[in-house]
């Protein structure tokens, strides 16, 4: 967990998890700081790489066994450390569980980052939840942030059996080259939603689009008008988004808890971003 000092408020802190940054090097946060039980897990994948993750399931372990299991597959800068803040929003809002992992190369993780170790390291978490004895029945999600997104279109189109993807999908990160475009269009019943920044000024919101339009299953594109690369998870109405789209695509109903205020905390930071 990083040694954040008592006197840096919870904003500061939630942006600089969320947007990649650290405020002390080679540290990767807990998931119990922000209220969920997990197992902290090392994954070893078929080429011998060690893998650190986190499994957080819902309890008790029969509620687990009944909700949806998110794979969550972060974005190129940080780990999975950093998304934390947005994996708590489905952990608690949603009630879903939620595996995540960082992939070689980053945080903990062994290896150095390239793209066919990415694509061994989705597929290793979504084996070992298959694989898990209360997990292994639950409903599969994956979600991917920028990078994230391209590693979860080529998941899904090698495992369509599997999941009900949504993607919040930055194409073409410059360090990897993902044949999304390809991949995309072997996906055939799983529907998938496009949630895109209109201000993303690192990837173009009309690579998205392109992928949208290359989809041939069903499909939902949602723009954020206001979304730039790192805060359209901020967005009012991304999580009624992905809840509707849950509920009407993939048939899955989320309870609300109306003492949870995740979300509500997400839009006073958004907001104090906005005045500073």
């Not at 993902?178 to 173009?204: C, H, M, N, Q």
Request: charged share 25%; aromatic share 12%.
């Amino acid at each position: 967990m990083f040694p954040y000092p008592d006197s840096i408020p919870w904003f500061i802190q939630f942006l600089a998890n969320t947007c990649g940054l650290a405020l002390c090097s080679g540290a990767v946060e807990k998931p119990s700081k922000y209220g969920m039980e997990y197992d902290d897990i090392t994954l070893k994948t078929v080429d011998n790489v060690r893998l650190k993750a986190y499994i957080c399931k819902q309890v008790p372990d029969e509620v687990a066994r009944n909700s949806p299991t998110l794979l969550f597959y972060h974005a190129n800068a940080g780990n999975m450390g950093h998304r934390l803040p947005i994996a708590q929003v489905f952990y608690k809002r949603f009630k879903w569980n939620v595996a995540m992992l960082s992939y070689r190369g980053y945080g903990l993780s062994e290896g150095s980052p390239n793209e066919e170790g990415m694509r061994i390291d989705a597929q290793t978490m979504l084996d070992y939840v298959k694989n898990d004895d209360i997990l292994k029945d639950t409903r599969i999600i994956a979600f991917g942030q920028s990078i994230g997104g391209a590693v979860a279109i080529d998941l899904v189109s090698r495992n369509e059996d599997k999941a009900c993807p949504r993607t919040d999908h930055r194409e073409h990160i410059p360090e990897y080259f993902w044949s999304s475009e390809t991949a995309i269009t072997k996906i055939k019943y799983v529907p998938i939603l496009f949630l895109s920044g209109s201000r993303d000024g690192l990837v173009p919101p009309q690579h998205m689009k392109t992928l949208y339009e290359l989809a041939q299953t069903r499909k939902r594109w949602r723009p954020f008008l206001r979304g730039e690369h790192n805060d359209t998870a901020f967005q009012p109405g991304y999580y009624d988004t992905i809840e509707d789209f849950a509920e009407t695509f993939c048939n899955i109903i989320i309870e609300r808890d109306e003492k949870e205020n995740v979300v509500e905390k997400i839009a006073r930071m958004k907001e104090f971003i906005e005045m500073t």
